[in-house]
């Protein structure tokens, strides 16, 4: 079809340029605006439906979050509303605290299942240091004997982790499985070390299969030396020639998959640890050959790892505790951390701030931690705060080639007049569920203000 009533605009537009406004990524203080009270920090995130649509649901420890008592573990909606959740996790003679939160299906019922170190969750017998929450009430999972600081969903399993040696009334060390039912050891579990505890789990394939990763603070798991080992489903393996620890108190407490252009490899951090044969380092990365340090030494604990695109490709963020040297949150640019606008702060000390969590939702990374402040310009955010990014696709960049220019508009004809149109594009631009005149205006109306 030949396109003689647009040759008019398409002159026009072959002598125009429409010009996108930049968008610089930056702070987001809307959640932590009012954020937790002063007697805690936050850690460990996750997305869960309650039926009410997708909400971040927060643990650490806390009394109140956004100025509701909420005790440990407290929920943000896709609105900005702040809930508790079932009365919380906690404890009432001592300090408590949510370490680990993950989405999990119980034979197609989703729950959030919470873990950490606290006596009781909505004063339901039988939740100590575990439960799970369906969006009206918590319940048991069998009670681990010590802390959960991990907990991974997969495959329809699910599993723990921690400093526990007994979950559920089933001897298991530092780690379990749960079928729905009962719970199992994963092998002999850890061994060994100071205060021994499995700190953290993830999925990973490093072209031998999926396998279970987890690492932590122990001298060995399941015969394996060292502060990491992989689950194949029946034993426990090494991973090359291993990651051990600098001192005493060494160990893995996060983990994250990330490409860095050289394919896909988990990349550990923590505190004080290193290859087999390397030097001191908080992160290292496995690329299913080899062990690798990862940039500089930042002292203290690398606590969180986290992939982010804020505009300029996916990125690899670290947060963490004692970490001056970077303001507690940083970005991995070439081989070096670099300080992320300024990080986070506190007013006076001790405590130091520190940031505990990362975690991408609707287009932002969201941090949490111990804070009162992000930024250069220390914008104040009480625990928490997000990272915007520029992701967001420009309407008017139809060919979704980053710019906007006469192409886009050539693009849309085609499509428009049924000509085919680009991978995930339609004509149908007012999204009303016609393709008629009104879509040609909105797009011409959109190219012409550059977005």
């Known amino acids: 079809m030949q396109h003689t009533h647009l040759l008019g605009a398409l002159a026009w537009l072959g002598a125009s340029h429409a010009v996108w406004?930049?968008?610089?990524?930056?702070?987001?203080?809307t959640i932590g605006e009012i954020g937790l009270t002063s007697d805690g920090y936050a850690g460990p995130m996750a997305l869960y439906n309650d039926g009410r649509g997708e909400a971040l649901y927060i643990g650490g420890s806390f009394s109140s979050a956004g100025g509701l008592t909420t005790r440990g573990i407290a929920r943000y909606s896709q609105a900005g509303q702040w809930g508790a959740v079932g009365g919380g996790c906690y404890s009432t003679n001592t300090n408590y605290f949510v370490a680990a939160l993950a989405a999990h299906d119980f034979a197609g019922v989703r729950e959030l299942v919470s873990g950490g170190g606290f006596a009781t969750a909505g004063n339901v017998a039988?939740?100590?240091?575990?439960?799970?929450?369906?969006?009206?009430?918590?319940?048991?999972?069998?009670?681990?004997?010590?802390?959960?600081?991990?907990?991974?969903?997969?495959?329809?399993?699910?599993?723990?982790?921690?400093?526990?040696?007994?979950?559920?009334?089933?001897?298991?060390?530092?780690?379990?499985?749960?079928?729905?039912t009962s719970w199992s050891p994963l092998g002999a579990g850890m061994s060994g070390g100071f205060s021994p505890c499995t700190f953290v789990m993830k999925v990973f394939n490093d072209g031998s299969g999926e396998k279970l990763y987890a690492g932590g603070r122990f001298g060995s798991m399941g015969g394996i030396n060292g502060l990491v080992a992989r689950w194949n489903g029946s034993a426990w393996q090494t991973v090359g020639r291993g990651v051990i620890g600098s001192n005493t108190f060494s160990g893995i407490e996060s983990m994250a998959i990330f490409n860095d252009g050289s394919g896909n490899a988990l990349y550990v951090g923590g505190y004080d640890i290193r290859p087999v044969g390397g030097i001191t380092r908080n992160v290292a990365k496995w690329n299913g050959t080899a062990w690798t340090t990862v940039g500089q030494y930042l002292g203290g604990r690398t606590t969180a790892l986290a992939v982010f695109d804020d505009g300029s490709g996916p990125a690899l963020f670290a947060a963490g505790t004692a970490q001056p040297d970077i303001a507690y949150v940083a970005r991995l640019v070439g081989s070096q951390w670099v300080t992320l606008s300024g990080g986070v702060g506190q007013d006076g000390g001790p405590p130091w701030p520190s940031a505990f969590g990362l975690l991408p939702w609707q287009g932002k990374l969201y941090v949490a931690g111990d804070f009162d402040y992000v930024g250069t310009n220390q914008a104040p955010a009480f625990g928490l705060a997000a990272w915007t990014s520029c992701t967001e696709a420009c309407p008017a960049d139809f060919n979704r080639d980053g710019f906007v220019d006469f192409f886009d508009y050539l693009g849309f004809v085609g499509c428009f007049e049924g000509e085919g149109c680009p991978p995930g594009a339609t004509a149908d631009f007012d999204g009303d569920g016609f393709v008629d005149f009104f879509d040609l205006s909105a797009f011409t109306a959109a190219f012409e203000e550059g977005c």
Not at 24 to 29: E, L, N, S
């Open 21 to 29: 406004a930049q968008c610089v990524p930056a702070w987001d203080t």
């Open 126 to 180: 039988g939740t100590a240091n575990l439960a799970s929450w369906n969006g009206t009430r918590w319940r048991p999972l069998g009670a681990p004997d010590g802390a959960v600081w991990s907990i991974l969903s997969h495959n329809g399993m699910l599993y723990a982790a921690g400093g526990f040696q007994n979950i559920g009334g089933v001897a298991a060390s530092g780690i379990a499985v749960y079928n729905g």
